[in-house]
């Protein structure tokens, strides 16, 4: 049988490694290197793009304290991923990079410049992953008492998204002559103040960057909840999702698709990419035991739960951990993620919430087994799924050497014998590479 290719992403952020494992890096590579060793092995593997996570705060949730965030280095410390996006793309030829940034850190023409200038400095292949934040302490680093209402957030989100539109078509295509004989470097009538006064934002414009390679980043979105949805169907041209099993995962693809298309958008032009973490052994019965290993690991609840509490908002360690959730719970944060993590109705305890797919947080289906059995099942679900690929990552956002090894060189080979990854870059912009198939 003749199968459509997917798409591979890895997901992951600038924070200690498996500073616990035997084969980490010691929990210290802050001055880049490894993550930039990361990139080229990825794109060794011919990963579409390398998309890297971010928080603006040191969370106080869980427990009420920062104590367990940072004894066990869980969403903390977190460095800038700007800068290591940069580097990553100049250390490598044809990866894409995504570097999260919230539209609650930047005004609108300060993230355009910064975008528009990453893009030139890596040839056309970066992506900004979209997120307006979601925790009071990170507001708190931003002049303001709480976050706004999740609603008012999304419309101040749907304006900025309208002037970095503006501001990134504010040089035309052409602008830059460089006509020597003529002394002209750029044609002004090519360059075009945007003059945006609306509700949130007032923007004078123009850009005072040249128009990069595509124009615009790649854009990357996570939305979960019913106005996330929309938001991503209008923008994303990459969405990133967490689902519980195939049929969820088929049902979200054609929700989304179908959103896009009611908009007017091509729902082929939008790259849904589900995370999930393999675990990969050189028997079945070896995957199975590291997998068990990992969630029977001393510091695998209180990590989950230190992470889940960081991104919901909600301190779980109010709940004892052999007991069900006493009630469906409501955030003004990532409401999306706290109900992928809660599977309210499903009678299970906190601890099984934890323990049932990494916290539902990091694989939408579980992948366990030798790499061609892995290989195997992930062909398998995106022929029901129908698209469009997937995005790697790992129980609370860790990874060592050895993990991405066993990726790039056990289970990507055989990905790439079956003919459902690419085995080489046939063009230069992210934006091309996604769109290929």
């Known amino acids: 049988m003749t199968r459509k290719k997917f798409h591979l992403g890895w997901f992951m952020n600038f924070t200690p490694d498996e500073w616990r494992d035997p084969f980490g890096q010691g929990g210290s590579p802050w001055d880049g290197q490894f993550y930039i060793e990361m990139a080229q092995t990825l794109e060794r593997a011919c990963f579409d793009y390398i998309m890297i996570e971010d928080k603006l705060m040191v969370s106080e ?63 056309g292949r970066f992506g900004w992953n979209v997120v307006t934040s979601a925790e009071d302490l990170s507001a708190q680093n931003f002049g303001l008492d709480k976050l706004p209402a999740r609603e008012l957030r999304y419309e101040m989100a749907e304006e900025y998204m309208e002037v970095m539109g503006k501001l990134f078509e504010s040089w035309e295509e052409g602008a830059v002559v460089l006509d020597r004989e003529a002394g002209m470097y ?30 615009r980043p790649v854009y990357v979105q996570a939305g979960a909840s019913p106005r996330g949805r929309d938001f991503a169907a209008k923008h994303a041209d990459s969405i990133v999702s967490v689902a519980s099993g195939v049929g969820e995962m088929k049902a979200f693809r054609a929700d989304i698709r179908g959103r896009a298309a009611a908009l007017g958008r091509d729902p082929d032009q939008i790259k849904v990419l589900f995370c999930v973490t393999p675990t990969l052994g050189e028997t079945t019965a070896d995957a199975r035991e590291t997998h068990e290993r990992r969630l029977n690991a001393p510091y695998f609840i209180d990590d989950m739960l230190a ?78 799924v129908g698209g469009d690929g997937f995005l790697i990552t790992t129980p609370v956002l860790r990874v060592g050497r050895r993990y991405l090894t066993e990726v790039a060189d056990g289970l990507v080979p055989e990905l790439q014998r079956r003919g459902l990854t690419r085995t080489e870059y046939r063009h230069q912009l992210l934006r091309d590479n996604l769109q290929e198939f």
């Not at 945006?196 to 040249?210: A, I, M, S, W």
């Not at 301190?315 to 719970?329: E, M």
């Open 307 to 384: 992470s889940v509490s960081a991104i919901t908002d909600i301190d779980f360690a109010q709940f004892p951990i052999d007991q069900n959730l006493p009630a469906r719970l409501i955030t003004n944060g990532e409401q999306g993620s706290l109900d992928k993590f809660q599977q309210w109705g499903s009678g299970k305890t906190l601890r099984q919430l934890v323990v049932d797919g990494a916290g539902g947080l990091c694989s939408s289906v579980e992948l366990v087994g030798t790499p061609a059995e892995v290989a195997c099942r992930m062909g398998e679900v995106m022929d029901e």
């Open 61 to 123: 949730t869980y427990g009420g304290s920062r104590e367990r965030g940072l004894r066990g280095g869980v969403m903390v410390p977190k460095h800038d991923p700007a800068p290591l996006a940069v580097a990553m793309g100049m250390a490598t030829k044809h990866l894409g990079v995504v570097a999260t940034m919230s539209t609650l850190a930047y005004p609108p023409f300060l993230l355009a410049r910064l975008c528009s200038t990453v893009d030139s400095l890596t040839k």
């Open 186 to 215: 750029a044609d002004h009538t090519k360059v075009h103040p945007i003059n945006h006064e609306g509700k949130f934002f007032k923007v004078r414009g123009p850009l005072n960057t040249v128009r990069s390679p595509q124009g």
